[in-house]
């Protein structure tokens, strides 16, 4: 199993750009989550999903989109870079359940100039 | 609202020494999960332990413990005979048990260095 990947591992943006953040994972989880880590300030979350089909913001959501038409992926979209998000970002799934632990991917780091 | 706090942002200790890591929780739920994390200077984040609300017993896994007391809201986590790999940033975290979500709530994290 590779577990959560999530590509690309860097990435420079203009201010205005958009682009989209991919998160694969193999374990057949049903819930997975975005989250983003600036220096400091530990994880927020952005978005979360608990099954293909059905998403729901959370704590920071404002300039992201996410959507989830299967199991194994779930893009997170930057419309209009900015760059307040300028950050890492990480995506991570679990079971369904009683919370287990989260598996995280390796990260994204965004640079927004 | 629930809440984590690690008031301690940077801690650094010589090698060999034992350290503590505090964490102080807020929920209004009765049942509720705790999670540390690890997250070395590669970057990764590594899941070190959960533990229900229901069991206050002390945890140890070969240098680490972990103290949890509902009593102060409290999961502290100490590395006996710390060693220079273990040089980190620390997340305590915080789910709901419901299972409706499984969201983490993340504290912002102890840096921790061990010098040689």
């Known amino acids: 199993n590779a577990g959560v990947t999530q590509t690309p591992k860097f990435r420079i943006l203009k201010i205005g750009q958009s682009m989209t953040l991919q998160c694969t994972q193999d374990m057949n989880h049903n819930y997975m989550y975005w989250y983003r880590q600036d220096p400091g300030m530990g994880l927020k979350l952005i978005y979360y999903s608990v099954g293909a089909g059905i998403t729901d913001k959370g704590e920071v959501p404002n300039g992201y989109n996410v959507s989830r038409s299967t199991t194994e992926d779930f893009p997170l979209r930057l419309e209009l870079a900015a760059p307040s998000q300028t950050s890492v970002y990480f995506c991570?799934?679990?079971?369904?359940?009683?919370?287990?632990?989260?598996?995280f991917g390796p990260g994204t780091r965004l640079t927004v100039t | 609202a629930q809440k984590v706090t690690q008031a301690q942002t940077e801690i650094s200790v010589v090698e060999k020494e034992d350290v503590t890591l505090d964490c102080v929780y807020e929920t209004r739920d009765t049942t509720y999960y705790l999670f540390w994390y690890k997250q070395p200077p590669s970057g990764e984040l590594v899941f070190l332990i959960r533990?229900?609300?229901?069991?206050?017993q002390n945890e140890i896994s070969g240098r680490y413990s972990w103290n949890f007391q509902k009593s102060t809201s409290s999961f502290n986590f100490t590395i006996t005979a710390s060693q220079v790999v273990d040089s980190a940033v620390y997340f305590c975290a915080l789910s709901e048990a419901g299972g409706a979500t499984n969201k983490l709530i993340f504290g912002t994290g102890t840096l921790l260095a061990v010098q040689p």
């Open positions: 991570a799934s679990t079971g369904s359940g009683r919370p287990y632990e989260q598996y």
């Open positions: 533990r229900n609300s229901f069991d206050e």
